[in-house]
């Protein structure tokens, strides 16, 4: 069984900084392709971070130089550091692994940038 529950999620001033941290259960993330999603209202779901099995990164135009993605492999955890939120980054944020063509997710952690 996979289980991935995410948390760090919070409120937080324009500027500021979070950390999100998905823990996981029945698996280990090195050996997937995990991400971080997010979906604000009226969209679709995009894509936010994703690290590959091999290390490689990438993210959306819109975070790049202020999100990291990363593994912890002794916790087995994939963090998302945010650095110099803005208010377009509020929603909910959501952990993703691939396995083969299934899609895992967890429940989300909601994300608030307000002053």
């Known amino acids: 069984q996979v289980q991935l529950v995410e948390s760090g999620g919070g409120l937080v001033q324009p500027g500021g900084s979070l950390r999100l941290s998905c823990a996981a259960s029945?698996?280990?993330?090195?050996?997937?392709?995990t991400g971080w999603y997010r979906q604000p209202p009226g969209k679709q779901r995009e894509l936010v971070a994703k690290i590959t099995s091999g290390g490689s990164t990438n993210y959306a135009d819109s975070v790049k130089g202020r999100f990291t993605i990363s593994r912890d492999n002794a916790k087995f955890t994939v963090d998302l550091q945010m650095n110099s939120l803005k208010p377009e980054d509020t929603t909910v944020y959501y952990c993703?692994?691939?396995?083969?063509?299934?899609?895992?997710w967890g429940k989300g952690t909601l994300v608030t940038i307000s002053s």
């Open positions: 993703n692994v691939e396995i083969g063509a299934i899609n895992f």
């Open positions: 029945g698996i280990i993330f090195r050996f997937y392709n």
